[in-house]
């Protein structure tokens, strides 16, 4: 640790801080760690933005153990990305989830970026999927204010992402058995808290192909 700057004292914080939520949730439940040891089933594999203010368990007030959580900036799903699809399928063909969640966020810095020209070079790189969409979406955001046009762009990019993840083998074959498991895209507004649902959930192959597979 260096003792030029505060970075001791903020560490130090994260331990405190540990040390308090272990107490409480003892108290609430002696049991809760001890049973955590022994499996992780969770319901939900969770795709988020790395965005801090966007928390997986917190902004739905789950439980650890609940939630499978894959976060990166844009809450992207790139089919040339492993670190995604192994985390997909592990969820889907270990844990066995029941529901993959795609998390965006409205003004998210990530979908921000591919308005901009002058990004980090892995930034622009990362962001290319979103250059696409703001391509293809050029009409729909015709006449809208600058915001309104971010937003609109988060809640495409949360949709594409849906569709992204129906075309990943795992999840095919899932379907394919009759394994239950369903797609859907929420976005989350910083502003209020609140969290909304896009409307765009697939639980099968037939719908899958007939809405999303779009040439
Ligand atoms: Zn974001």
Known sequence: MCDKCDCNQDIEQLFKNNREWVDEINEADPDFFESLVHQQKPEYLWIGCSDSR??????VKMDPGTIFVHRNIANLVNSSDMNVLSVIQYAVEVLKVKHIIVNGHYGCGGVQASFNENNPDLIDHWIRPIR??????KKELEGLSEEQKLDKL?????KEQ???ICHIPAVKNAWKKGQPLAIHGFIYAIKDGRLHNLKVSVDNLEDAEKRLFRS
Do not use: T
């Open 54 to 59: 966007v928390p997986a368990n917190e902004l």
């Open 132 to 137: 696409k969409y703001l391509v293809r979406a």
């Open 154 to 158: 988060c809640e495409i990019n949360v």
């Open 162 to 164: 849906v569709r992204n």
